[in-house]
């Protein structure tokens, strides 16, 4: 059942694959009392989850039958992950990497379908828990908690807890550890906007096109792409757009499986430009 | 001289050539728009009118005619969708009573050098929507009940909103994408938030900026929050005079900002405001500049999210917020004044003194003609998508299923649109759209089977 659930965890596209393997990891830590490894395993399988459905649903307007459907697995993976915690919260004292996972799992299963004070109330517990966690194991996560700190900082307002500075040092001190990863580039990218550091967001932009793909999660890079493609062309980085664009679109034609994220219009808003017919959000 | 000659004696016979046609009370209005041509003038008797409009011919005046205290009054009767829909340049939408329309009172679609004045809008999901414009105005007109804006211009450049009343909305008058455009002495009272200027993100327009908000009234807006829950309105907190979020070079001066419960004005970015997510777009407020405003109980009482925030920071009785990210902005701070998060915002030294009379054009600005094609875009994102998404159920079936239903048989679905027939218990009945005419119908089918997300 494990292996089962770490295969279908992979598969980001496919959000009924991704929820059976959460459900499975869940299943599979229920069965145990005492392997926290194998809890933590599953509680990362429903926050895993948590990011492939909040990708699900519509940008603008969530209601009709997919918003619905979506908050009922929302609802579902949130009852396992607290399950999960209440299981493994005996194991706090001596394993830092449970607070770390509670804490993102406060900030990604508020992400949606989540009330926006609870949100709000949400973002200073994570943040303490995470500090925490740092502060017994400077690497907990493997590194992942460094990231997740840096940008609590830089996203919560300054009156909040928030503070710009710090959480790009942070980045800046997870990005000397993690060369090679995307996604911390991708976050890095949007401290730098929220700065209003363009020399930075450059070559940043620089450095994520010169990283390895080939062993990341397609769908990943499909988003990532997006994502930093999209800053490239706020900043006129042509060449990094058609990079982007390029390893994209064969990425997108090879993989047929593999999810574009085009959003479509409702209630009068969204969608192709009506004028042009051009999707605005394409590279 | 004699090409001038020329010019002259064709701009008059054109205007003499202007016809002016009359609906009779209670009769069709579409009746007679479909006899007008452009330029003409439409007079609607009052009376009471259970209708959609749609008007896609040039510079047309339709004008709701008001005798003895009785107006033309548009009633959907929460049956129909849309009041009156333009999509011809140089529309005037002038003094109609518009009441029990689900989903937009009037609307423009691509209309430029546009006027929607003096109308009485209640209910309906926007009231008061013209989209896509270029060179506008909207001014005169009352709007209340609406469960998104009251008057909610959207992406459009070069517009003026003034001298309206909106009350009792979720927000009174709402700026989304625009860019150069102006609200100025409206009334905005009793709504969730009064006025908000907004940056969402991805819609084909990319920037909002330079906008200026000027002597509007802007009192006790307070009103809980009665979008639909899974609306992006809903996330409009209670109790905010002035919202700013995600746009840049905004002047808020001269307002009267009263008895607004959680603030009087409140600047956020996207990310803070939880819409972030286009990357195209940047999602910080740049340049705001806030000076002579009055400011009256403000943040006496905040509640909801708001609350939260503030507490936060162990303040109270907080008039100004900024999420503490708004960049190259000023603030001139009155005595007694209390902020939080401004403390990046410096004092307005030789800021712009100018009365921004206007941000239309001197000249009304070159307005396209549209193919049939982009005609069956404009038409689709207007209507078609009040009751229908792409690839889940909003009200009726998906457009996904009607692409498979389908196939490429323009003509079956125009048929259909034209005079549906409930096919499904499950479905609410669809009103017929035989109001947008042949040609509109036959482009949206088009557009349907043989462009939508092919």
Known sequence: ?283 | MKNLLTLSLLVMSQSLMAATLTVESNSSIQDVVKQAEDGDTILVEPGLYHQSVYIDQQNITIRGLQVDGRFAVLDGKMELNDGIIAGGHGAVIDGFHIKGYKGNGIMTQGSNNFKILNNFVEGAFYGIFPQYGKNGLVQGNTVTGAEDAGIYVGMSDNIDVLDNIAYGNVMGIELENCRNSLMANNNVYGNTAGLVVTLIPGLPVKTASDLVLRNNTVKENNLDNFAPASSIAATVPAGIGIMVVGVDNVIIKDNDIEGNANLAIGSFDLVSFGVGGDPKLDPYVDGLQIYNNKYVNNGTSPRGILADMIAMSGMDGVEILDTGKARKSCLIKQKGLVTLGLDNFSKCGDYDKTNYETAQLSTPIESPVYTAQQKGRLTYLAVCTGCHSYNSVLHGPSMQSIQALYGRDTVTLAAYITSPVRKHKDFPEMPQQDYLGEKTINAISNYILNELEQ
């Open chain 1, 1 to 283: 059942m494990e292996s089962t659930f770490e295969s279908l965890q992979t598969q980001k596209w496919d959000v009924d694959k991704v929820g059976c393997g959460a459900v499975y990891a869940y299943e599979a830590a229920s069965q145990s009392t005492f392997d926290i490894e194998l809890k933590l395993n599953a509680l990362g399988a429903q926050l895993n989850y948590f990011l492939v459905l909040e990708k699900r649903y519509p940008a603008l307007y969530e209601a009709g039958e997919l918003g619905q459907k979506l908050n009922l697995r929302w609802d579902a993976a949130r009852a396992r992950s607290e399950n999960l915690l209440a299981q493994s919260e005996k194991f706090d004292f001596i394993v830092p990497e449970v607070g770390a996972l509670k804490s993102i799992y406060l900030l990604t299963s508020t992400l949606k379908n989540t009330a926006m004070k609870k949100q709000l109330q949400t973002l200073p517990v994570a943040r303490d828990l995470m500090k925490e966690a740092l502060e017994r194991d400077s690497q907990v996560l493997d590194g992942l908690g460094h990231h997740v700190m840096a940008k609590l900082y830089v996203d919560l307002p300054v009156f909040a807890g928030g503070n710009q500075a710090l959480g790009l040092e942070m980045y800046e001190t997870a990005l000397a550890s993690q060369p090679n990863n995307l996604e911390l580039v991708a976050d890095m990218l949007a401290g730098y906007l929220a700065k209003g550091d363009e020399k930075r967001q450059k070559e940043l932009i620089t450095i994520a096109s010169k990283i390895d793909t080939s062993t990341l999660n397609k769908q990943d890079v499909v988003d990532l792409y997006k994502t930093i493609g999209g800053m490239a062309s706020r900043l006129g980085q042509q060449d990094a757009v058609e990079h982007f664009r390029t390893v994209r679109e064969n990425l997108l034609e090879n993989n047929p499986q593999l999810l574009s994220r085009k959003a479509t219009a409702v209630l009068g808003h969204g969608g192709n430009d009506p004028i042009t017919g051009e999707d605005p959000n394409k590279l």
